[in-house]
């Protein structure tokens, strides 16, 4: 997809317990150049993938809340799946302005499959979550559908972006179950923002030809939709990365971040 120039100025603010949602930004970054970003990094919960869903919607809530009383923003990403797939459509009807939300892209796949073996890596809540059960058995009885629930994964995604040397072995660990089944899936959704992060090695060690699907898509068609039906005129001029607790894990990621194009880094308190 080529770069789309905008007619109005656009700031996008895009949170996460980790550093998931950096995968949705370096994907509108490449679309949309002209966009500026306030990045919530709410590391004093993560990760969102093992709490309940009350506990996540009430905390979207807040952020959501508090964030847009001290920033403008045009519109708001909840960039991780677990969050998604709890509280979407009743947080949407909480503000004013767009919200996004990202979830499984199981229909998807069920139009890239050839071999009919569909694998879908996610975190507990998310495989757990109703719709996306109903989704995967309505769609299992005419094709092989099998899933991952993995803390590992996102961990070492975050370790990636810390700068540590990650194992190829513990990754490949992880998929094991899959290796024993007659056809390996070929192709995987990626049901958690974490997992872009560590595509490449991904495809170092699962088989060859396999398609990874994520949301960055259906991100960047939602974004055009809002922009084409809105005319915005704040703009920060700045990408801000926020934060809700300080530790050394939080130096090592401003690293990685800054080279990104963030230039302004605060600790941010949610009440």
Request: charged residues 20%; hydrophobic residues 40%; aromatic residues 14%.
């Amino acid at each position: 997809m080529n770069k789309i120039l905008l007619k109005s100025q656009i700031t996008i603010f895009i949170f996460d317990s980790g550093v998931g949602g950096i995968s949705i930004y370096n994907q509108i970054k490449k679309i949309f150049p002209e966009i500026y970003f306030i990045y919530l990094l709410d590391n004093q919960f993560f990760p969102y993938g093992i709490k309940s869903k009350n506990y996540i919607f009430k905390r979207c809530i807040k952020i959501l809340k508090q964030i847009s009383y001290y920033y403008h923003f045009s519109l708001a990403i909840i960039a991780c799946n677990t969050a998604s797939v709890s509280s979407l459509p009743i947080i949407q009807n909480y503000f004013s302005f767009p919200i996004i939300g990202v979830t499984p892209v199981i229909n998807d796949a069920i139009n890239k499959t050839n071999n009919g073996v569909i694998g879908i890596v996610a975190t507990k809540t998310t495989l757990e979550n109703y719709s996306i059960k109903k989704k995967i058995k309505y769609y299992s009885k005419n094709y092989i559908i099998k899933t991952l629930s993995s803390k590992k994964l996102v961990l070492l995604s975050e370790e990636k972006i810390q700068g540590l040397n990650i194992s190829l072995k513990q990754i490949k660990k992880i998929f094991n179950p899959w290796y024993k089944l007659k056809n390996f899936p070929d192709t995987i959704v990626l049901g958690c923002t974490h997992f872009p992060l560590i595509i490449n090695e991904l495809k170092k060690i699962l088989p060859e030809n396999i398609t990874f699907l994520y949301s960055n898509d259906y991100i960047i068609s939602e974004i055009n939709k809002i922009i084409t039906n809105n005319r915005f005129s704040f703009n920060i001029q700045k990408n801000i990365i926020l934060y809700t607790k300080h530790n050394l894990k939080i130096e090592k990621i401003k690293k990685y971040l800054f080279h990104l194009g963030f230039n302004v880094f605060k600790k941010f308190k949610i009440k």
